[in-house]
């Protein structure tokens, strides 16, 4: 097996309180970068527009020949987010990533998205190796 052209780096800083959903920094050397844009839909209650996004993002990576465990930084946009729609956000983002590392995150809380009925929007960067 030849070794890989990515180097990702979860870096643990001083002073920045570990997280365990996510984490705060993530260096990369070398690769290539995906980028998916904002993924949503207008279906369902939060939790199901959640995992279909999430499942739309995988179809993206996918085409692009990445998988969740490439995804080095996401942002999650959910419309009038309150501390209980955490317990949500968490449970998908554990489903979506599994065991696998975590991406760094940052979540936002909107007014409304582009298209009626979407609740929550995310976009992620992935890390993966250069062909060749």
Known sequence: MSESSVKVERKKIEGLIDQPHFENAITTE????VHIAGQLTPEGDLAAQFKSVYEKIKTALAGCGATPSDVIRQRVFVVDLVPE???IVVA???EFYGEGPKPTSTLVGVPALIVPGALVEIDVTA???SPG
């Not at 070398?30 to 970068?33: I, P, Q, R, T």
């Open 127 to 129: 890390a993966i190796d």
């Open 85 to 87: 729609h955490r317990e």
């Open 30 to 33: 070398g690769g290539k970068s």
């Open 92 to 94: 998908a983002m554990l």
